[in-house]
């Protein structure tokens, strides 16, 4: 068996009375990209700043390529490219005079750093505007340019902490694209969301997590596949739709019945069984429907299902 890039095993993190972190293990392997997706304070950046030893667990082990990390074992540390949420460049430098500044940080000179600046801006998809600075960047540039200055001294592990909070929805696709590039590159990656999309696209597995706790892990089908035979529908409709909801959640067989993004969305065993008696209810409270969807459950449904509460609040 190939050793893994991360293994986390028991990791216990309290402030005080509060359990940031508890009993949390999960495994990377090489080239995977495992997605913690939770809300926000649910211990994603706690769990990340155990695993690379920039705090202290209570309890727990943490293995980067098979080496020991904690604050103290400085070796295992240079295999971990962390990449905060806040974005630490140098606006009135360019691109590849950051990644030059940064390289330095790592120990590079001469022609290895400007070899590794060069793969690192090939890797970030930023060689066209390597000369421009900073300060003339979109927003999605600035997070690929933080996450390059990451990966300047060859880590074997990429851990991103929420690298999207904050970008538009253009740039953040530019990121995203970038991600799955690194796992191509056989990288592994340790991404934290809140965004369940993110999770299901970049993420070859997925941690739930939530008030510290794992409380489910797996590759998207086998998470989905805990909600058993539950089929999503979608209403698109007009009139009362928060009336409409409520009385669908009433029926036998659905789970849950909740108003999303001007739709009504149920979570249902045998979804297609339901739909005459959905439509009857939505005739007699006298809502209109356009449109009917029935697909397979998301990851925030599994979230929903396995936690009680929404993903995004
Ligand atoms: N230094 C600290 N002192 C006290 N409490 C803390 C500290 N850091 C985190 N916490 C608490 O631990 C819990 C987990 O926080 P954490 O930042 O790990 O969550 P998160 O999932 O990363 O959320 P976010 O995306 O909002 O950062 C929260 O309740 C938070 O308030």
Known sequence: MTTPALSAAHLGKRFGDRVAV????FTVAPGETYGLLGPNGAGKTTTIRLVCGLLRADRGEVLVAGSPVGP?????????GYVPQEIALYPDLSARENLRFFGRLYGLQGKPLNHRVGKVLELIGLTDRAGDRVESFSGGMQRRLNIGAGLLHEPSLLILDEPT?????????AVMESVQSFGAAGLAVLYTTH???????????????????????????????????????????????AVLAEKCGLLAGVDRADVKDG???LLACEGRRLLPDVLEVAE???????????????????FLHLTGTALRE
């Open 22 to 25: 508890d009993d949390v293990s």
């Open 72 to 80: 103290t074992r400085p070796d295992a540390k240079r295999q971990i």
């Open 165 to 173: 909070v904050g970008v538009d929805p253009q740039s953040r696709h």
């Open 195 to 241: 965004y369940m999309e993110e999770a299901e696209r970049l993420c070859d597995r997925v941690g739930i997590i939530d008030h510290g706790r794992l409380v489910a892990e797996g590759t998207r089908r086998q998470l989905v596949a805990r909600l058993g035979e539950r089929d999503r529908i979608s209403l698109s409709a007009t009139g009362d739709l």
């Open 263 to 265: 739709e009504v969305q």
């Open 284 to 302: 007699r409270t006298g809502v209109s429907v356009r449109s009917v969807e029935v697909d397979e459950p998301d990851l925030e449904a599994v």
